[in-house]
């Protein structure tokens, strides 16, 4: 394992913490001039939800001002404002993703609704009795529960890539678990309670051998790591841009165009027809035909804003920043002999969603009494009910960072996990 100080040495020319500036980021973001319970905002909390820099509120409110209409519909300027500024924003992903294209690019509500489309409409047309789901022990519900449900109405098998020890997905027997009658492999690139980075490029390699198809759930990765899905490979990828600096009710859904193609909606009205008849409909081509009715139109606009806020700070940068923090986080974690880090201790080969537990105060105690400092975790299962089962206890708290967190911020954490023990009179 590299220590916080081998990493900061390792950096070559990627600029370091010292250089990022998350302090300077801070700043874009309006949120973080405000208090909680009297304390300025520390905010530990962005692997549910970032928080929105100014650029993107703003983008919401000249939406609203002086753009507002219905896409595709009209022929008035509005609307062709409104219709330039939505697909930009496709443009915009499709490139943020390894340069795909735009029609692969579907947006929808959010990852999870993604991944149902998934589920239903490619699961229920190619997924019979006797055939194999396979996802991991680490899923998030949004990449659970839609396989669970394929699985029950198809009689297909759902088969679990169990995780190791120490938070790692464990490959020994993994020509077993992915064989010829697998027919997807759906899997999160980054665990939202383990901060697993999973090797999803050679899982998606043994899975094309078996002709298997590869969903990426991208939720925590996309927004924290330059994601090249071209040169993955991968079928599919669901993310969401509340999660990446952008409003929250809409999310992306990528597929590769050979598949979108042959799938059928799931959801049926207006925008995602080409021609109805009183008998009989022609499904609209792609990437129209996956989203029926008025989209987020506003939310599109403003997740281009955040693309770009983010593109501006460089994805390696973002990357690199975390990865000295989350070293940080963890040396100063581990110094606390009365708490326990879940997941892996390398931080090269983890994100920073950090999850722990103190050895005697509840995660929803200790989130509660974090939160008087002003410290936002969060505490439970983390929608991985599951996983959180497999790790012996019933919730976790977590702590979670992105571009605006800083070191001040992890000693803000430490300094107030020591003051809970006093607070809860195990000092
Ligand atoms: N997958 C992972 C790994 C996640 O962390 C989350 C959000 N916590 C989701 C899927 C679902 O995202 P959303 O709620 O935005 O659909």
Redesign the pocket.
Same mark, same amino acid.
């Given at each position: 394992m590299k220590s916080h100080r081998q990493i900061l040495e390792m950096s070559g020319g990627v600029p370091t913490v010292t250089s990022f500036k998350p302090e300077r980021i801070k700043l874009d973001f309006p949120i973080f001039t405000r208090t909680v319970h009297g304390k300025p905002l520390i905010y530990l909390d962005s692997? =549910?939800t970032t928080q929105k820099p100014q650029v993107v509120l703003d983008t919401i409110e000249k939406y609203y001002s002086y753009q507002n209409a219905n896409v595709h519909r009209g022929l008035h300027t509005l609307a062709e404002e409104a219709t330039a500024a939505y697909e930009a924003t496709r443009t915009k992903v499709a490139e943020f993703i390894g340069g795909v294209k735009p029609e692969e690019v579907i947006f929808t509500r959010? =990852? *999870?609704e993604a991944i149902n489309i998934v589920a239903q409409s490619w699961g229920e047309a190619n997924v019979r009795h006797g055939d194999r789901i396979v996802i991991t022990q680490m899923e /998030?519900h =949004?990449?659970l529960v839609p396989w669970l449900m394929l699985s029950r109405k198809t009689g297909a098998k759902l088969k679990y890539i169990k995780i190791t020890g120490d938070g790692l997905l464990d490959l020994s027997d993994i020509d077993e678990i992915i064989d010829s009658r697998t027919k997807i492999v759906a899997l *999160?690139q980054m %665990?939202?309670v383990l901060g697993t980075i999973n090797p999803v490029e050679e899982i998606i390699e043994i899975a094309h051998k078996k002709g298997a198809m590869v969903l990426i759930?991208g =939720?925590?990765s996309v927004p924290h790591l330059p994601v090249d899905i071209k040169a993955l490979h991968a079928d599919f990828l669901a993310f %969401?841009a /509340?999660?990446m600096l952008g409003p929250t009710g809409i999310?992306i859904l990528y597929g590769k165009q050979e598949f979108l193609e042959k799938m059928e909606p799931v959801t049926y009205g207006g925008e995602m027809i080409s021609d109805v008849r009183f008998e009989s409909v022609r499904w609209n081509t792609l990437p129209w035909k996956f989203e029926a009715g008025t989209p987020h139109i506003a939310g599109a606009a403003a997740f281009g804003a955040a693309l770009q806020y983010l593109q501006n700070l460089g994805m390696d940068n973002i990357r690199r920043h975390e990865l000295e923090l989350t070293a940080y986080a963890l040396e100063r974690l581990a110094a606390l002999d009365f708490i326990k880090v879940f997941g892996p201790t390398d931080p090269e080969k983890r994100g920073g969603a950090i999850a722990f537990a103190d050895n005697d105060i509840h995660p929803h105690d200790l989130a509660t009494f974090l939160d008087t400092l002003g410290i936002a975790v969060r505490a439970g299962h983390h929608?991985a009910q599951p996983l959180t089962k497999l790790l012996g206890v019933s919730s976790t708290t977590r702590a979670s960072i992105y571009i605006y967190n800083t070191t001040d911020d992890i000693d803000h954490l430490a300094d107030g996990l020591n003051e809970a023990r006093k607070y809860f009179r195990y000092v």
């Open positions: 692997a =549910a959010n =990852a *999870t /998030h =949004a990449n *999160t %665990s939202n759930d =939720a925590q %969401s /509340h999660k999310g929608c």
